[in-house]
Protein backbone atom coordinates (compact mmCIF):
# COMPACT_ATOMS: atom_id res chain seq x y z
CA UNK A 1 0.00 0.00 0.00
CA UNK A 2 1.42 3.45 -0.96
CA UNK A 3 -0.21 6.97 0.09
CA UNK A 4 -0.17 10.02 -2.40
CA UNK A 5 0.84 8.37 -5.41
CA UNK A 6 1.44 10.72 -8.67
CA UNK A 7 0.36 9.78 -12.34
CA UNK A 8 -0.32 12.36 -14.97
CA UNK A 9 -3.32 14.27 -16.05
CA UNK A 10 -3.94 13.60 -19.61
CA UNK A 11 -5.74 17.19 -20.16
CA UNK A 12 -3.40 19.19 -18.60
CA UNK A 13 -0.25 17.27 -18.85
CA UNK A 14 0.36 17.81 -14.60
CA UNK A 15 1.03 15.54 -11.72
CA UNK A 16 -2.19 14.32 -9.88
CA UNK A 17 -2.15 12.28 -6.58
CA UNK A 18 -4.41 9.45 -5.14
CA UNK A 19 -4.70 9.33 -2.05
CA UNK A 20 -3.96 5.91 -1.43
CA UNK A 21 -2.93 2.89 -3.93
CA UNK A 22 -3.10 -0.29 -2.49
CA UNK A 23 -2.10 -3.36 -4.88
CA UNK A 24 -2.53 -7.64 -3.65
CA UNK A 25 -0.71 -10.32 -6.49
CA UNK A 26 -3.57 -13.17 -5.20
CA UNK A 27 -2.48 -15.69 -8.31
CA UNK A 28 0.93 -16.72 -9.60
CA UNK A 29 2.31 -19.32 -11.83
CA UNK A 30 5.95 -19.17 -13.01
CA UNK A 31 5.35 -22.45 -15.95
CA UNK A 32 2.22 -20.47 -17.10
CA UNK A 33 3.30 -17.31 -16.76
CA UNK A 34 0.26 -16.43 -15.69
CA UNK A 35 -0.70 -13.51 -12.60
CA UNK A 36 -3.85 -12.40 -11.07
CA UNK A 37 -3.61 -8.93 -9.01
CA UNK A 38 -6.05 -6.28 -7.39
CA UNK A 39 -5.43 -2.84 -6.98
CA UNK A 40 -7.28 -0.41 -4.98
CA UNK A 41 -7.37 3.54 -6.15
CA UNK A 42 -8.43 5.45 -2.99
CA UNK A 43 -10.14 8.96 -2.37
CA UNK A 44 -10.50 9.53 0.94
CA UNK A 45 -13.41 11.78 2.09
CA UNK A 46 -13.39 13.50 5.68
CA UNK A 47 -16.94 14.76 5.28
CA UNK A 48 -19.92 15.26 7.24
CA UNK A 49 -21.87 15.92 4.21
CA UNK A 50 -24.05 13.08 3.01
CA UNK A 51 -23.97 11.71 -0.82
CA UNK A 52 -27.38 11.04 -2.07
CA UNK A 53 -27.66 9.07 -5.28
CA UNK A 54 -30.27 8.71 -7.66
CA UNK A 55 -30.87 5.16 -9.43
CA UNK A 56 -33.08 3.56 -11.82
CA UNK A 57 -33.85 -0.09 -12.87
CA UNK A 58 -31.11 -1.68 -15.03
CA UNK A 59 -32.24 -2.55 -18.47
CA UNK A 60 -30.76 -4.84 -21.32
CA UNK A 61 -27.54 -2.76 -22.15
CA UNK A 62 -26.44 -2.15 -18.22
CA UNK A 63 -26.42 -5.64 -18.29
CA UNK A 64 -24.21 -6.48 -21.15
CA UNK A 65 -21.86 -3.59 -20.18
CA UNK A 66 -18.47 -4.84 -19.25
CA UNK A 67 -16.23 -2.94 -17.01
CA UNK A 68 -13.30 -0.99 -17.61
CA UNK A 69 -11.82 -1.43 -14.60
CA UNK A 70 -10.88 -5.23 -15.18
CA UNK A 71 -8.32 -6.45 -17.27
CA UNK A 72 -7.71 -9.89 -18.22
CA UNK A 73 -4.85 -12.07 -19.96
CA UNK A 74 -6.69 -13.43 -22.89
CA UNK A 75 -9.39 -12.19 -26.17
CA UNK A 76 -11.70 -14.69 -26.72
CA UNK A 77 -13.50 -14.87 -30.46
CA UNK A 78 -16.31 -17.35 -31.39
CA UNK A 79 -16.57 -18.56 -35.12
CA UNK A 80 -19.48 -19.20 -37.42
CA UNK A 81 -20.20 -21.13 -40.78
CA UNK A 82 -22.22 -19.29 -42.54
CA UNK A 83 -22.14 -20.46 -45.85
CA UNK A 84 -19.49 -22.57 -48.25
CA UNK A 85 -15.90 -21.02 -47.31
CA UNK A 86 -17.74 -18.18 -45.58
CA UNK A 87 -18.05 -17.64 -41.82
CA UNK A 88 -18.41 -14.82 -39.03
CA UNK A 89 -15.88 -13.96 -36.10
CA UNK A 90 -17.78 -12.89 -32.59
CA UNK A 91 -15.95 -11.18 -29.76
CA UNK A 92 -16.84 -13.18 -26.69
CA UNK A 93 -15.93 -10.69 -23.80
CA UNK A 94 -13.91 -12.45 -21.32
CA UNK A 95 -15.84 -10.67 -18.25
CA UNK A 96 -19.11 -12.82 -19.58
CA UNK A 97 -17.21 -15.86 -20.64
CA UNK A 98 -14.95 -16.75 -17.66
CA UNK A 99 -18.02 -16.07 -15.56
CA UNK A 100 -17.35 -12.58 -13.76
CA UNK A 101 -20.50 -11.34 -14.53
CA UNK A 102 -21.76 -14.42 -12.07
CA UNK A 103 -20.37 -13.42 -8.91
CA UNK A 104 -19.62 -9.21 -9.21
CA UNK A 105 -21.67 -7.74 -6.97
CA UNK A 106 -21.93 -4.51 -8.46
CA UNK A 107 -23.28 -6.23 -12.08
CA UNK A 108 -25.53 -8.13 -10.34
CA UNK A 109 -27.07 -5.46 -8.66
CA UNK A 110 -30.86 -4.35 -10.78
CA UNK A 111 -30.41 -0.72 -9.96
CA UNK A 112 -28.49 1.17 -11.62
CA UNK A 113 -27.24 5.21 -9.70
CA UNK A 114 -27.03 7.72 -12.33
CA UNK A 115 -27.32 10.80 -10.60
CA UNK A 116 -25.23 11.95 -7.12
CA UNK A 117 -24.91 15.02 -4.86
CA UNK A 118 -23.87 16.16 -1.45
CA UNK A 119 -26.29 17.09 1.00
CA UNK A 120 -24.94 20.37 2.74
CA UNK A 121 -26.52 22.27 5.64
CA UNK A 122 -27.86 25.46 4.95
CA UNK A 123 -29.13 27.67 7.89
CA UNK A 124 -31.28 25.43 9.84
CA UNK A 125 -32.21 23.47 6.70
CA UNK A 126 -30.08 21.18 4.22
CA UNK A 127 -29.05 21.62 0.59
CA UNK A 128 -28.86 19.50 -2.25
CA UNK A 129 -25.04 20.17 -4.14
CA UNK A 130 -24.20 18.63 -6.97
CA UNK A 131 -21.83 21.73 -8.58
CA UNK A 132 -18.41 21.05 -9.49
CA UNK A 133 -18.95 17.25 -7.60
CA UNK A 134 -17.98 15.07 -11.10
CA UNK A 135 -15.14 17.38 -11.67
CA UNK A 136 -13.82 17.13 -8.40
CA UNK A 137 -14.48 13.42 -7.84
CA UNK A 138 -15.84 11.45 -10.40
CA UNK A 139 -13.10 12.61 -13.83
CA UNK A 140 -10.01 12.38 -11.72
CA UNK A 141 -10.86 8.71 -10.07
CA UNK A 142 -11.11 8.24 -14.00
CA UNK A 143 -8.35 9.81 -15.21
CA UNK A 144 -6.23 7.89 -12.64
CA UNK A 145 -7.73 4.15 -13.26
CA UNK A 146 -6.58 4.92 -16.79
CA UNK A 147 -3.20 5.62 -16.13
CA UNK A 148 -2.61 2.94 -14.20
CA UNK A 149 -4.19 0.76 -16.55
CA UNK A 150 -1.72 1.52 -19.47
CA UNK A 151 1.16 1.24 -17.03
CA UNK A 152 -0.13 -3.00 -16.90
CA UNK A 153 2.07 -4.39 -19.51
CA UNK A 154 0.78 -6.57 -22.33
CA UNK A 155 1.87 -9.50 -23.49
CA UNK A 156 2.85 -9.70 -27.17
CA UNK A 157 4.98 -13.40 -27.35
CA UNK A 158 3.74 -16.29 -25.63
CA UNK A 159 6.76 -16.46 -23.57
CA UNK A 160 5.82 -12.78 -22.11
CA UNK A 161 3.72 -12.76 -18.88
CA UNK A 162 0.28 -12.18 -19.24
CA UNK A 163 -2.06 -10.19 -16.15
CA UNK A 164 -5.09 -10.77 -15.27
CA UNK A 165 -5.71 -6.98 -13.08
CA UNK A 166 -9.15 -6.26 -10.98
CA UNK A 167 -8.90 -2.48 -10.34
CA UNK A 168 -11.60 -0.83 -7.84
CA UNK A 169 -11.80 3.32 -8.26
CA UNK A 170 -13.09 3.92 -4.59
CA UNK A 171 -14.09 7.22 -3.16
CA UNK A 172 -14.22 6.17 0.82
CA UNK A 173 -15.61 8.82 2.84
CA UNK A 174 -16.33 8.99 6.63
CA UNK A 175 -20.03 10.28 6.69
CA UNK A 176 -23.26 8.93 5.27
CA UNK A 177 -24.31 7.20 2.08
CA UNK A 178 -27.98 7.06 0.97
CA UNK A 179 -29.93 5.67 -2.50
CA UNK A 180 -33.27 7.06 -3.92
CA UNK A 181 -34.94 4.42 -6.25
CA UNK A 182 -36.53 6.57 -9.10
CA UNK A 183 -38.89 3.63 -10.06
CA UNK A 184 -40.29 3.35 -6.31
CA UNK A 185 -43.22 4.96 -4.93
CA UNK A 186 -42.78 6.85 -2.23
CA UNK A 187 -39.25 7.85 -3.37
CA UNK A 188 -37.59 7.83 0.06
CA UNK A 189 -33.53 8.04 0.83
CA UNK A 190 -32.38 4.57 2.00
CA UNK A 191 -29.01 4.45 3.82
CA UNK A 192 -26.15 2.38 1.98
CA UNK A 193 -22.91 0.59 2.91
CA UNK A 194 -22.07 1.12 -0.83
CA UNK A 195 -23.03 2.78 -3.59
CA UNK A 196 -21.18 2.30 -7.26
CA UNK A 197 -21.70 5.16 -9.75
CA UNK A 198 -21.08 4.50 -13.10
CA UNK A 199 -21.15 7.54 -15.83
CA UNK A 200 -19.65 7.56 -19.50
CA UNK A 201 -16.79 10.05 -20.64
CA UNK A 202 -15.87 10.77 -24.21
CA UNK A 203 -13.27 13.33 -24.40
CA UNK A 204 -9.95 13.46 -26.56
CA UNK A 205 -8.26 11.78 -24.22
CA UNK A 206 -10.58 10.10 -22.22
CA UNK A 207 -13.32 7.34 -23.42
CA UNK A 208 -15.04 4.87 -22.16
CA UNK A 209 -17.73 4.02 -19.11
CA UNK A 210 -16.58 4.24 -16.25
CA UNK A 211 -17.60 2.88 -12.63
CA UNK A 212 -16.65 4.83 -9.40
CA UNK A 213 -17.59 2.96 -6.01
CA UNK A 214 -18.46 5.15 -3.19
CA UNK A 215 -17.65 3.63 0.04
CA UNK A 216 -18.73 4.33 4.27
CA UNK A 217 -15.23 3.78 5.96
CA UNK A 218 -17.14 1.42 8.63
CA UNK A 219 -18.29 -0.10 5.87
CA UNK A 220 -14.56 -0.79 3.82
CA UNK A 221 -13.98 -4.37 5.56
CA UNK A 222 -17.18 -5.46 3.99
CA UNK A 223 -17.17 -4.24 1.01
CA UNK A 224 -13.57 -6.09 0.19
CA UNK A 225 -15.41 -9.41 1.61
CA UNK A 226 -18.39 -9.35 0.04
CA UNK A 227 -17.50 -7.59 -3.42
CA UNK A 228 -13.81 -7.97 -3.95
CA UNK A 229 -13.09 -11.82 -2.55
CA UNK A 230 -15.50 -13.73 -4.80
CA UNK A 231 -13.50 -11.85 -7.80
CA UNK A 232 -10.18 -12.82 -6.22
CA UNK A 233 -11.48 -16.41 -5.53
CA UNK A 234 -12.34 -16.99 -9.29
CA UNK A 235 -9.26 -15.31 -10.71
CA UNK A 236 -7.12 -17.31 -8.44
CA UNK A 237 -9.33 -20.71 -9.76
CA UNK A 238 -9.06 -19.57 -13.17
CA UNK A 239 -4.89 -19.00 -12.57
CA UNK A 240 -4.35 -22.24 -10.61
CA UNK A 241 -6.95 -24.75 -11.69
CA UNK A 242 -8.57 -24.00 -14.69
CA UNK A 243 -5.65 -22.78 -16.96
CA UNK A 244 -7.21 -24.41 -19.91
CA UNK A 245 -10.31 -23.31 -20.00
CA UNK A 246 -8.73 -20.34 -19.34
CA UNK A 247 -6.02 -20.47 -22.59
CA UNK A 248 -8.56 -21.68 -24.84
CA UNK A 249 -9.45 -18.27 -27.24
CA UNK A 250 -11.28 -19.72 -30.19
CA UNK A 251 -14.79 -20.67 -28.75
CA UNK A 252 -16.84 -23.46 -30.65
Given at each position: ????????????????????????????????????????????????????????????????????????????????????????????????????????????????????????????????????????????????LNARR???????????????????????????????????????????????????????????????????????????????????????????????????????
Amino acid sequence: MRTNVAFEDPDEAKSRERDVVAVKRDAFNEQAKLAAYVELLVECKNSANPFVFIARPKNGADHQRVPEEFIFPYRYEQKKDIGPNQGMIREVKAFHHLGFDQVFETHLNPWKAVQFCRINRKGSGWHANHGGLYDAIFYPMAKALNARRKDVPKASRPDQWRYMWLFFPLVVTSDQLFLIDSSAEPQTPVPFDQVSFQRELKSAKLSGSFTVTFVRQQALKTFLTAVVDPLVSLSVDLIEQRQEFLKVTTLP
